[in-house]
C-alpha cells in the first residue's frame, strides 16, 4: 500500500450561494447527512466520484428517476442476483445537483468465497444461455415499449362518459389519470431493470478477459481489445446507416437535388410528391423512420435529449450531408468488410504470440464469452436509453399538458422541475380539485416553486464538480467502476495532483487514450447538444461526454476529447470507428480548456497539451 | 561427394550457400547471414571464409606450429596468470600471425570472390564489413572490422580477424572453461558495408516487460557502433507488433556519429546541430523496420535481437539492411508462469478475476 491521499470530504464541499434548500428537489436518499452520525463516517470513508459520464448537468427533479432506475437495477444484478464476488451495488448521492457514485466492496473473505459458488452457478447459466436469453430480452422489451406507445393521456371530462355509468365500470378518469401515471413510472423501472439484466455479467467478462491480456500483452491497447470482442454489426449504427441508404437511393432515383434544395424536410417533401420518382423516396424515408429515429441527439439520459423524430430536420440534414459526400465521389460505407477482416487478423494473431498453451485456451475462453457478450453490451443503449425513453420523455409531455391546462405549469417543460414522487403529489392535487369542483393549490404552490429551482440549476452549471469526494480505496472489484468509467490508479492519482492546481495554470491533462493519432487544432467546448452546430471543421470537439448520435460532427471534428468515460464510453466507440484521435476520461477538460483555446491532442498517449 | 561435404572444402563461400545447420562451416553468424538470405531479408551480400581457411593459413604458413610451442612453454603460467596471458597473447598475435604471409591459393579465391563482390556492388574496392564468425557463441570474443576497401587492405584485417582468436580476453576464456587454448578456429563474414544514415537494435518484444505484442527499435545516426558502445543515447521507437502502430517515440540529443571516413576505416564526428534533435528514422522507414522484425521473428518461430542501418546509397524500402539477428536473450530463456492459474472453465475464472478487482493504491 502506497500514501494514501484523500479527496475533500463529501460534507465539506462549499455550498453555491443561492441555492440553499436544493435538497428538497431531490429524495431526501439522495443528500449527504451529518445527522445520521454512523452514516456520516461511512459516507467520510468511501469513495465517491463524479458521474459525468451519464450526468454533464445538474440533475432536474424529475430526469433523477433514470438514475433512481439504475441505482437498484445495476446494484441487485451485482449483489442479489448474480452474487458479483467481493461486490454490492453502487451507492448514489448529490453534491450541488451533480451526480456521485460509489462502488460498495466486501471485505470478509469468508462471504466473498460463498459468493464465488453462487457467482458461478447463475453467471454460468447466463453466460450458457445467452443467446436465448438475449432473444427473450428483446421479446420482453418490445412489448414493454409497445405497451408505452399505446399509453394515452388525455385530460379529464367535465362529466365522465354515459359509458362509464352503463357498462358498471366504477372507477374514474381522474383514478385512470394517477393510474396511468403511475404505470409509466413503472414502465420506466422496469426497462431499467431489463437494461441490467445482462449488463453485469458482460462487463464482467470484459474486463477479466483486459485483465488477463494485460498480463500477457502489457503494452496491449484497451481499443485493440475492444476491435477484437466488438460486433461488427452494432444496431447503434443502424439509425445512421438508413440515411446513407436514403441519399444514395436519391441519387439512385435522381431526385437528389429535390431533397437537396429544400430548406426544410417538408418542403422537400412535398416536392417529391409531385412526381412518382419522389414518391419512392418519400415511402422510402417513411420506411426508414421507425424505430430508428427513435435515435437520441444526446444520450437519451435527459428530457432535452430530442430524438430524430423530435427534430426531424437532424436526419434530413445528414441525408443532405451524404448527397454531398456523395456527388463529390467520397465513399460513405462503413468499411464492413474491413472490420471483420481486422477482428480476425488481431485474435489471430495474438492468439499466435501466446506460448503457453493453457494461456492460449483461456485466452480463446474469454474472448468467446466476451465475444458472445458484447452485442448486447453495444446494443441495449438503442433500446431503452433511446427508444423506450424517447417515447416515455414525449409521454410525459402529454401528461405536462394536462397540468398546463389547470393551470399547474405555464409551459409543458416545467414538469421536469417536479421529481416523481412531487408528481404523484400534484397529479393526485389536479384530480381531487377536479373531483371536489376546488380549485387546486398547485398553481400557487408549484409555479413559485419552479422559478425558484429554475434558478438554483443555473446556479449549479457554474459550480465545476469537483471528480472524486471522499477516501480512495485499496481495490476497486466493481465491474462497471472499471470498465464504463474507467476508473484506475492513474486516474484517481491524476485527480489528488490536479485537484491543487489552478486550471489557467494547467499545460497538461492526462486521459485514456481511446483513439490513436496525434493533431494540433482549436477547441469547442459543447456542453449540451443545442450547441454543436457551432463546431467548424477541423475543432476539437470537448466535451463532458458525447452520444454517437452526434455522428455527423465526426465527419468535421479533428479530434474529440472527454472528462468521463472508459473505454467503453461513447466518444471512445464512435472515433475509432471514425479514425480520430481521442481522449477520453480526462477529468476536467471541459471546465479547464476554453473555446478557441489551441491545444495538441495525442491520442496514442492519452496527453493533451494546452498551447498559448 | 556429399553438398555438404564440399562446403567444408571450400576456403570461400557465398553466404546464401550457407543455411542454419552450418555452423561448422564458416561459424555461427555466417551461417545466419546465409539462412537470412534465403529467407530474403535484406541482408548486405557477401562470403564467407571457411573454418577450413583459417586451419590451412596457420598450417601453411608455419603459425600453428610456433603458436604450440609457444603454448606448451607457458601452459602452467598461464593458467594462474592473466598478466602472462596478455604477454602471449600480443607475441602470438604481432610476432607470430600478423608476419605470416597467407597461401597463394587462400588469396586466389578471396580474390575472386572479392571481385565478384565488387561486381555485385557496382563498385570498385566496395568498402565491406569484416566480421568474425565463431561457430559456438561467443559474442565480443572477436574483432570485427568496419569499412575495409581494396583487396590488399581485405587480407590484412581477414588475418586480423583470425589473429583475434587468439586475444587475451578469448585465450582467457577458453582456459577458465578447460577448452584447447591452441585452437579457435572462426570463420570470418565479409560483406557490403551499408553506408548507414543511421543504424541500431530491434527487439521483436519489449525488453522491459517482455510483452510480446511490442518491437522495440533504438537508433541513432551513422554506424551502429556509436550506439553499442554507449557514446550516444539513441532514439527510442514503440511499435505495436500487431496494429503496425508507433506506440511511442523518444527522440533525444545524439551528439555524434561514426561514420566512413576518407580514407576508409570509421571516423566519429559531430553531428550536424539541425539533426541532433532529429528522430533518425522516419515513420516509415520504423514501420517498414517493424515489419522486416516480424518476418524475422516468424522465420525463426522465437523473438530475436536485431542490429539495422539504413543505407544512405539506397532508396526507400531497399535502403533497411540487417545486419545480424540472434535470439533475444533474457526474455525467451527466462522459464515463464502461466498467466492461467487453473484449467477451470471461464465463469470460475472470471469470479476469481473479480475477486482480485483492480488495485488503486
Known amino acids: ?612 | 561427394m556429399s553438398k555438404d561435404l564440399n562446403k567444408d572444402q571450400c576456403y570461400v563461400i557465398w553466404l546464401q550457400e550457407l543455411n542454419k545447420d552450418d555452423p561448422m562451416v564458416a561459424g555461427k553468424k555466417c551461417c545466419h547471414l546465409g539462412e537470412m538470405l534465403q529467407a530474403k531479408l535484406p541482408v548486405p551480400p557477401g562470403f564467407a571464409l571457411t573454418l577450413k581457411a583459417y586451419e590451412t593459413f596457420l598450417q601453411a604458413s608455419g603459425a600453428k606450429k610456433i603458436i604450440l610451442n609457444t603454448l606448451d612453454k607457458h601452459e602452467h603460467e598461464l593458467k594462474n596468470d592473466i598478466n602472462k596471458c596478455e604477454e602471449v597473447s600480443s607475441y602470438i598475435i604481432n610476432d607470430v600471425i600478423m608476419n605470416k604471409e597467407m597461401p597463394a591459393e587462400l588469396k586466389e579465391s578471396i580474390a575472386l570472390y572479392y571481385d565478384q563482390l565488387c561486381g555485385i556492388c557496382g563498385c570498385v574496392d566496395t568498402p565491406v564489413a569484416v566480421r568474425s564468425s565463431g561457430p559456438v557463441s561467443m559474442p565480443g570474443q572477436f574483432d570485427t572490422f568496419l569499412n575495409i576497401s581494396g583487396y590488399d587492405d581485405l587480407l590484412q584485417n581477414i588475418v586480423k580477424v583470425w589473429a583475434s582468436s587468439f586475444n587475451a580476453r578469448s585465450m582467457a576464456y577458453r582456459l577458465q572453461r578447460n577448452m584447447a587454448v591452441e585452437s579457435s578456429p572462426i570463420g570470418v563474414a565479409v560483406l557490403k558495408m551499408a553506408n548507414a544514415r543511421s543504424s541500431g537494435v530491434m527487439f521483436t518484444l519489449d525488453p522491459v516487460n517482455g510483452d510480446p505484442s511490442r518491437i522495440f527499435i533504438e537508433g541513432s545516426w551513422g554506424l551502429g557502433e556509436s550506439l553499442v558502445s554507449g557514446q550516444v543515447t539513441p532514439d527510442k521507437f514503440v511499435i505495436d507488433k500487431i496494429t503496425l502502430e508507433i506506440k511511442e517515440k523518444t527522440i533525444c540529443d545524439k551528439a555524434v556519429e561514426l561514420v566512413r571516413g576518407p580514407q576508409g576505416h570509421v571516423i566519429t564526428r559531430d553531428v550536424a546541430p539541425e539533426k541532433r534533435s532529429a528522430a533518425c528514422l522516419c515513420d516509415e522507414e520504423i514501420l517498414e523496420l517493424a515489419q522486416i522484425g516480424k518476418r524475422i521473428e516468424k522465420h525463426y518461430g522465437v523473438a530475436q535481437d536485431i542490429e539495422w542501418a539504413i543505407d544512405e546509397d539506397l532508396t526507400f524500402p531497399h535502403n533497411i539492411i540487417i545486419l545480424q539477428t540472434r535470439q533475444e536473450s533474457i526474455w525467451t530463456k527466462k522459464p515463464k508462469e502461466p498467466v492461467a492459474k487453473t484449467k477451470s472453465g471461464t465463469t470460475e475464472v472470471i469470479a476469481r478475476g473479480l475477486m482480485q478487482g483492480i488495485k488503486l493504491r
Not at chain 1, 448537468?57 to 433512481?68: A, G, N
Open chain 1, 1 to 612: 500500500m502506497t500514501e494514501k491521499r484523500s479527496f475533500l470530504s463529501p460534507h465539506e464541499v462549499p455550498a453555491v450561494p443561492g441555492t440553499e434548500g436544493w435538497e428538497r428537489m431531490y429524495p431526501y436518499y439522495y443528500t449527504f447527512t451529518t445527522e445520521d452520525k454512523e452514516m456520516q463516517e461511512y459516507e467520510n470513508k468511501a469513495f465517491w466520484y463524479y458521474d459525468g459520464l451519464h450526468y454533464p448537468e445538474p440533475m432536474y427533479p424529475f430526469d433523477l428517476l433514470w438514475d433512481e432506475a439504475w441505482y437498484m437495477a445495476l446494484s441487485q444484478n451485482n449483489s442479489r442476483i448474480f452474487s458479483i464476488p467481493a461486490s454490492m451495488g453502487i451507492d448514489h448521492r448529490i453534491i450541488n445537483g451533480y451526480l456521485y457514485i460509489s462502488p460498495v466492496g466486501i471485505d470478509d473473505p469468508k462471504v466473498v468465497e460463498q459468493r464465488v459458488a453462487d457467482f458461478m452457478k447463475r453467471a454460468g447459466y447466463y453466460y450458457e444461455n445467452w443467446d436465448d436469453l438475449y432473444e427473450k430480452w428483446k421479446d420482453k422489451v418490445n412489448e414493454l415499449i409497445k405497451n408505452v406507445e399505446n399509453m394515452t393521456m388525455e385530460d379529464l371530462p367535465q362529466l365522465e362518459n354515459e359509458s362509464v355509468v352503463f357498462e358498471g365500470v366504477g372507477r374514474s378518469s381522474g383514478f385512470e389519470l394517477v393510474r396511468k401515471y403511475n404505470e409509466l413510472i413503472n414502465y420506466g423501472l422496469e426497462a431499467w431493470q431489463y437494461h441490467f439484466e445482462f449488463l453485469n455479467l458482460g462487463y464482467a467478462a470484459y474486463v477479466i478477459l483486459a485483465d488477463f491480456c494485460k498480463k500477457i500483452f502489457p503494452g496491449m491497447d484497451d481499443r485493440t481489445l475492444s476491435k477484437m470482442v466488438g460486433g461488427v454489426d452494432v444496431i447503434l449504427f443502424k439509425p445512421d446507416e438508413n440515411l446513407r441508404e436514403l441519399a444514395k437511393l436519391a441519387l439512385k432515383l435522381g431526385v437528389q437535388d429535390q431533397v437537396k434544395k429544400a430548406e426544410r424536410l417538408d418542403d422537400a417533401l412535398a416536392a417529391l410528391q409531385e412526381n412518382e420518382k419522389g414518391q419512392e423516396w418519400v415511402k422510402a424515408f417513411e420506411d426508414a423512420k421507425y424505430p430508428w429515429f427513435y435515435m437520441s441527439t444526446g444520450t437519451g439520459w435527459y428530457h432535452d435529449h430530442w430524438t430524430w423524430y423530435d427534430k426531424i430536420e437532424i436526419p434530413f440534414n445528414n441525408i443532405k450531408n451524404y448527397i454531398d459526400m456523395l456527388e463529390k465521389g467520397e465513399s460513405i460505407d462503413r468499411p464492413v468488410e474491413q472490420v471483420k477482416e481486422t477482428k480476425e487478423n488481431l485474435v489471430n494473431e495474438y492468439t499466435a504470440l501466446i506460448e503457453n498453451e493453457d494461456d492460449r485456451a483461456q485466452f480463446q475462453q474469454l474472448l468467446s464469452v466476451a465475444q458472445t457478450c458484447f452485442p448486447y453490451v453495444e446494443d441495449h443503449n438503442f433500446y431503452i436509453e433511446h427508444w423506450f425513453h424517447g417515447v416515455f420523455w414525449n409521454k410525459m409531455r402529454d401528461l405536462g399538458k394536462i397540468f398546463v391546462n389547470h393551470g399547474f405549469f405555464r409551459d409543458v417543460e416545467e414538469i421536469w422541475y417536479l421529481n416523481r414522487f412531487e408528481l404523484e403529489q400534484a397529479l393526485y392535487d389536479l384530480v381531487t380539485s377536479w373531483a371536489t369542483g376546488v380549485k387546486p393549490r398547485g398553481p400557487s404552490y408549484w409555479r413559485a416553486e419552479i422559478d425558484w429551482r429554475k434558478d438554483v440549476i443555473n446556479k449549479f452549471r457554474q459550480f465545476s464538480p469537483p471528480p472524486a469526494v471522499g477516501q480512495t480505496p485499496e481495490v476497486v472489484n466493481e465491474p462497471f467502476t472499471i470498465m464504463l468509467w474507467g476508473i484506475t490508479t492513474e486516474s484517481v492519482n491524476q485527480w489528488l495532483d490536479a485537484s491543487g492546481i489552478e486550471p489557467d495554470k494547467m499545460t497538461e491533462l492526462k486521459g485514456f487514450p481511446a483513439s490513436a493519432g496525434s493533431i494540433e487544432g482549436y477547441a469547442r467546448v459543447i456542453k449540451s447538444p443545442e450547441q454543436l452546430h457551432e463546431l467548424e471543421d477541423g475543432e476539437i470537439l470537448v466535451a463532458t461526454t458525447t452520444s454517437p448520435s452526434w455522428t455527423p460532427v465526426f465527419n468535421k471534428i479533428g479530434a474529440a476529447i472527454t472528462d468521463v468515460g472508459g473505454i467503453m464510453s461513447h466518444a471512445a466507440i464512435v472515433c475509432r470507428e471514425y479514425g480520430l484521435p481521442a481522449v477520453v476520461g480526462t477529468g476536467l477538460a471541459s471546465s479547464t480548456i476554453k473555446t478557441g483555446q489551441k491545444l495538441r491532442v495525442d491520442g496514442d498517449k492519452g496527453l493533451i497539451t494546452l498551447l498559448k
